[in-house]
């Protein structure tokens, strides 16, 4: 009888220059994740493949030591867009300016297996940034890889598909309570509150199409949000620093 072994999946995460890519690193290590650590501009001309359960040499443990934790502790996404306004003044991504000015020539000598795909946050506004985490999300989305964005990663998937981002009234950087509306594959169904930590001054206005909502705040309406088909997730504030809560959510994805 011949037994298959079972093998950890690998989880892409890709590094916007957040200030918080350390303690997403320190809480993949804390569940044995098996995961790379990926700067945004080492991926401009990497295309996103799935893992083949049949191709066993694919698969390495790439762990990494997340080094010091980047002190400065300005917002997390703190930075403008390259934007323009819709009627409501709320602000979209050009997605023709995303996607199509990046240099495709290498793609195919530069494929990169994965599982799961987690988006940092951001401190600094880099146009560049925007248009590898559209391309990423992109792929993703047609190759039917899960994702998880976090702040800066859940506002740019929003808006790579389609949806809006306002700026606040005042800036968050605070730790909160969620109200969730809807049970998910990240939310068990008797959780009603999450205590999480957010630090943005911008937030998710409206969504895609075919994305729903599942918890809200006063800050934000729409603090989680997901694909109603696709495992296309974002969160408004940083699991990697909302304690057991957060780490919850973190397990969840990785359980996808």
Do not use: W
């Not at 890519?21 to 799935?50: E, H, M, R």
């Not at 509306?181 to 169904?189: E, Q, R, T």
């Not at 918890?215 to 974002?234: D, P, R, T």
């Amino acid at each position: 009888m011949t037994v298959k072994k079972t093998r950890m999946q690998t989880t892409l995460v890709v590094d916007n220059l957040s200030p918080f890519t350390p303690d997403i690193v320190a809480c993949l290590n804390k569940l044995g994740a098996n995961y790379i650590q990926k700067s945004f501009s080492s991926l401009t001309n990497v295309t996103l493949d799935i893992n083949d359960d049949n191709n066993s040499s694919n698969y390495k443990y790439y762990g990494h030591n997340p080094g010091d934790n980047n002190k400065n502790q300005g917002l997390g996404d703190g930075a403008k867009y390259d934007k323009k306004n819709d009627n409501d003044g709320r602000y979209i991504i050009d997605t023709n300016n995303n996607t199509n000015n990046i240099n495709r020539t290498n793609d195919t000598n530069n494929n990169l297996s994965c599982d799961k795909v987690i988006l940092s946050g951001r401190r600094m506004n880099d146009r560049e940034i925007n248009i590898v985490n559209s391309r990423i999300i992109r792929q993703c989305f047609e190759n039917n890889i899960p994702l998880l964005g976090i702040c800066y990663g859940a506002e740019i998937l929003a808006l790579t598909l389609g949806g809006t981002i306002s700026k606040m009234a005042m800036p968050v950087q605070d730790t909160i309570s969620l109200k969730v509306s809807k049970s998910s594959s990240l939310i068990s169904a008797d959780m009603k509150t999450l205590l999480v930590y957010e630090s943005h001054k911008y937030c998710v206005a409206k969504l895609p199409e075919d994305f729903e909502s599942l918890a809200s705040s006063i800050h934000c309406e729409h603090e989680i949000f997901c694909h109603k088909e696709k495992k296309l997730f974002g969160t408004q504030f940083h699991p990697e620093k909302s304690g057991a809560d957060g780490l919850n959510l973190l397990s969840k994805f990785l359980s996808l």
